[in-house]
């Protein structure tokens, strides 16, 4: 049989197109023939007329049997008999028909041809004998000459020849259907790659030697390099590598090659089998041992070639379909489809050792990426993931389970909230910028009583929110108390958002006075709410929730115009006093900030050098980058800012001078040590001095008792606030207070 050269033409079938000129006959093994006749000068006549005799090149084997049962152990003992010349009578008159119905149908052999032979034609009428038996011709022996048993030979061999064909072909296809029937059941592209490489070798009868190379485009679509996807044999350390690394190979030469003509080919010692993609991810499929020229290189085997090229394109579609849904478009981790499925797989098998699920969630992320872009927060929503996986080992499974937030899971020694928030603390360097971020965690043990993973990621989420409530950097993990806490701060958000939409938040105001003349010289803006039934909520309990939900926005903003308003009418009556007003890192994130305080300074008619706005030392510092051109902004408008509780956060002198504060308020904290004998006041000297040394004013918030103001007075504090001189006083009560003579202090030693 002669090798076909293999093409493939356009998007259509691949096709074997047979070399030019007809196929030269090759000479292979006998005939076999089985001469059935009780007398044996007429087996010797038959051997004589045909002795040397090549019919469709190839010689003849004569066999021989005197009889039915002689005839039936030879056919039983050589499967190849191909052609049965039988005599119709020997020691019966219907023996021959009778062996014939024995062949056929007890011994089911319907390969074999039969000839029927008689000296005694009237003894089984011809037409008779075609119609009721299974047989290829009837002859009277007197008729076949040598030439005429030629004849009659050469069409029977024909015809064994088409059922050998045939029967083949059946073989073959049934062996491609149950091979293409086991690659359909493959989910992955490597186990389908598995799969044909050992199911085409059995097809070939080689070893399983071969390589499966996919995975990658062809040039014109983007050029992705292909892969070794599967390997086995002595090519398995192959496995994954790229085909351009391993191009000395002869093996992935001739894959390479079958690449570029996109037709399969014989090379490198093997064959190999060139699978189209209409998505443009072709693959080609290497065996060794493989030589040109074998059966199976037909228009059937061509068939399964193009099944199985459709079969791969099915399988990525089904890849695809799982990357979507259990992947992590951005970050290319896990989702949470496929962080629930892997709970569920370790509460359905718990493991040894304690296993907990730790959500990851970045503090202020949104106000970052409403500040930079998507851009900017894509890249760091990569360097996070990046870092989480770097550090989890393999025992651990990081996701991402929402757009700010990861999760871990794994052994509870793996998955202590410290140590991956170190991971966090160097900022994360994006197109020049220096971006500082912190996570808060919440966590549960899976052995909880969770049942599923859903319910394990709700508990994780519960304690999470509890944390989010205690701060940036905090850790929760789920209790019922927790739980119950959750549910209490739901019930108050809702309240809150009412609150702000009727109109039930208003604002204070604490005076901040000099030192030591007791004069009042700004006022600082505080919120507050009164509940319906006139009952006043904590700004320690709805503060936090604002800012967590992203309330504060609109809060900080109304805050933000109505006490530019009640300040600017304060400077109309004769008080032309500094306005403190709180910003909080989700607001000084928003990106219109700017132009939202000149638009509230424009329409309440308050000088821009009336406004200060105070930002805590962790806000101030945590993303320097970030914050200090912002407010840079801010102070050129002629805007002052001022240093909240400051001493608690992690300053540096280098962006404290950056941000060249005009004000740094020392927190309560560090002033009620004031009160003691002796000692108790070396932190607020030391940031007093070290306001001095940045040509900075202090004001020291707390301030309770006589002694000390006294003490702030002699360490050089300038200015003052606190329930000494007076508690927050609403809008309607400041011009009384006002009118009040300054409470003037003692004059420091």
């Not at 061509?302 to 478009?329: C, H, I, K, P, W």
């Not at 706005?613 to 800012?641: C, F, H, N, R, Y």
Request: proline letters at 5%; one cysteine or more; charged letters at 25%.
């Amino acid at each position: 049989m002669s090798h076909p050269e293999w093409t493939e033409e356009g998007d259509g079938p691949l096709l074997f197109a047979a070399e030019s000129g007809p196929a030269a006959p090759a000479t292979g093994e006998a005939w076999t023939v089985l001469v059935v006749d009780d007398e044996p000068d007429v087996f010797a006549a038959t051997c004589l007329a045909l002795r040397e005799v090549e019919i469709l090149g190839r010689p003849l084997r004569f066999l021989h049997a005197s009889g039915a049962a002689e005839a039936l152990a030879l056919l039983v003992a050589h499967p190849e008999i191909a052609v049965i010349l039988l005599d119709v009578v020997m020691d019966s008159e219907s023996a021959g028909l009778d062996l014939v119905a024995r062949i056929r149908g007890e011994f089911k052999l319907m390969k074999p041809r039969i000839i029927l032979r008689t000296g005694q034609p009237g003894y089984a009428p011809e037409m008779r004998a075609i119609r009721d038996y299974d047989i290829n011709d009837y002859r009277i022996k007197s008729e076949l000459t040598r030439t005429r048993l030629f004849t009659v030979l050469t069409a029977a061999l024909r015809s064994y020849q088409t059922l050998e064909a045939v029967e083949a072909n059946r073989a073959d296809l049934q062996a491609l259907l149950e091979a293409q029937t086991g690659l359909l059941a493959a989910e992955t592209l490597p186990a389908f790659a598995e799969g044909v490489l050992t199911r085409m070798a059995a097809l070939f009868r080689v070893p399983v030697e071969g390589v499966f190379c996919g995975g990658g485009r062809r040039a014109s679509d983007g050029g992705e390099p292909h892969r070794v996807v599967a390997a086995t044999g002595h090519y398995a350390k192959w496995t994954w590598q790229r085909i351009d690394h391993l191009a000395a190979e002869p093996p992935i030469q001739a894959v390479q090659k079958a690449l570029a003509d996109r037709r399969s080919l014989h090379g490198g010692g093997g064959l190999a089998l060139y699978l189209p993609s209409r998505t443009g991810s072709d693959a080609v499929v290497w065996l060794a041992g493989i030589e040109r020229g074998h059966r199976l290189e037909g228009g059937l085997f061509a068939m399964f070639v193009q099944s199985t090229a459709v079969a791969a394109d099915g399988v990525r579609l089904v890849e695809r379909l799982r990357e979507a849904a259990y992947v992590d478009n951005l970050t290319r981790l896990a989702n949470r489809s496929a962080l629930v499925e892997a709970i569920d797989d370790l509460l359905h098998d718990p493991p040894d050792l304690p296993y907990r699920l730790l959500l990851v969630d970045i503090d202020q992320f949104s106000e970052i990426n409403e500040t930079f872009g998507d851009r900017i927060g894509d890249a760091l929503l990569h360097g996070v993931a990046a870092r989480l996986e770097a550090g989890a080992g393999s025992a651990v499974r990081v996701a991402r389970v929402a757009n700010d937030t990861f999760a871990a899971v794994g052994p509870r020694e793996a998955l202590v909230p410290d140590d991956w928030a170190r991971r966090m603390n160097m900022p994360f360097e994006v197109e020049g910028l220096g971006i500082g971020l912190s996570v808060s965690f919440g966590g549960v043990e899976l052995d909880a009583g969770c049942r599923s993973g859903g319910e394990a990621i709700k508990m994780a989420y519960s304690a999470l929110k509890r944390a989010k409530q205690a701060g940036h950097r905090s850790v929760a993990f789920y209790s019922h108390e927790v739980a119950n806490e959750i549910k209490e701060r739901t019930r108050l958000l809702h309240g809150l958002r009412a609150a702000f939409e009727q109109q039930r938040l208003f604002l204070v105001y604490q005076p901040q006075v000099e030192a030591g003349s007791g004069r009042t010289i700004a006022l600082e803006a505080l919120m507050r709410w009164r509940t319906e039934d006139g009952r006043l909520v904590p700004p320690d309990r709805f503060i936090p929730v604002a800012e967590q939900s992203g309330l504060i926005k609109d809060l900080g903003a109304w805050a933000m115009r109505s006490a530019i308003a009640q300040a600017a009418a304060l400077h109309a009556a004769g008080h032309a006093l500094r306005l403190a007003v709180n910003v909080s890192m989700n607001q000084l994130l928003v990106p219109d900030f700017k132009r939202m305080v000149g638009e509230a300074l424009a329409a309440g008619g308050l000088p821009a050098t009336a406004l200060e706005l105070e930002i805590t030392e962790s806000v101030a510092m945590q993303s320097p980058d970030v914050v200090l051109p912002k407010l840079a902004a801010l102070k050129a408008m002629g805007v002052g800012v001022a240093i909240d509780d400051f001493g608690t956060g992690h300053s540096s002198l280098s962006s404290l001078e950056k941000l060249a504060p005009d004000r740094l308020k020392i927190d309560r904290s560090f002033i009620t040590g004031l009160d003691a004998e002796t000692g108790g006041d070396s932190i607020a000297a030391m940031i007093i001095e070290l306001a001095r040394s940045l040509g900075v004013k202090v004001v020291a918030e707390g301030v309770e008792t006589a002694r000390q103001r006294q003490r702030l007075q002699a360490l050089g504090c300038h200015e003052l606030q606190g329930y000494l001189f007076a508690r927050p006083l609403a809008v309607a009560d400041l011009p009384d207070w006002l009118a009040r003579p300054p409470m003037a202090g003692e004059a420091p030693p």
